[in-house]
């Protein structure tokens, strides 16, 4: 563990060891960083995601919706709900509006803990570490199937006794059925006070169907982590006992669109929503 306050990893042994860092295999943060326009991919990302993008030509924009989804829904939060504290899991390589850009944008007050588990984002965690004076933004190595150990990290910097946002943008999916993804949400939710938040974008894959179907083969034949699109209600039950927030569980598009992040007309595949914690 580092000397650094704002730079901590999870050392005790994880239920998973992480991949390594390979560029000679296509890796899922890597090649979104490709269709985010980035810089911080290989050639073997690059192949994968051209290749995913043959199976659905409108993967590229459907990605990118889903980075103005999330600075929308940290505008909303830090906004209208008054949320001061965010806890991102499954952040990726850095992009443009980041959650902790957005949240302290409005509240510099925010604070932020980024959560991955993956070498690629190590590489570039401190990029992350920017956090205005008035605020804390903190960086963990740690497993989304690890819960416990996330809790326990992410309360070095946030105070869950007061409402939290859980981000839990385009990362589900990576997680299998057989890993029990609903109750990795669940027991995470559980540490999370009334007035907390869930945000969720997950591949949909009852839209655009034969299409999103190729692409995750696609993308599975070359990759270690695989990826598994969920219908809407299978993405509707993540959010079950909660209550949603208007518009409900939409494509990523239609969720309150907003000029400040705006990305065109374009195509999304991803089931998106926010609730609130009762």
Known sequence: MTDDPWFRTTGAERPSAPPAFDTEVAHIARVQDYWLGGKDHFRADREAGDEAVKAFPGLVASVRNTRAFLARAVSHLAGEAGIRQFLDIGTGIPAADNTHEVAQSIAPESRIVYTDHDPAVLAHARALLTSRPEGATAYLDADLRDPEKILAEAAETLDFSRPVALMLVAVLHCVPDQDDPYGIVARLLEAMPPGSHLVVSHPASDLRADQMGAMAKSLNRVMAQKVTPR???DVSRFFAGLELIEPGIVRASEWR?????????????????IARVP
């Open 257 to 273: 669109p907003d000029p400040r992040f705006d990305v065109g007309t374009m195509t999304s595949t991803m089931w998106s929503g």
């Open 231 to 233: 219908s809407f209600e």
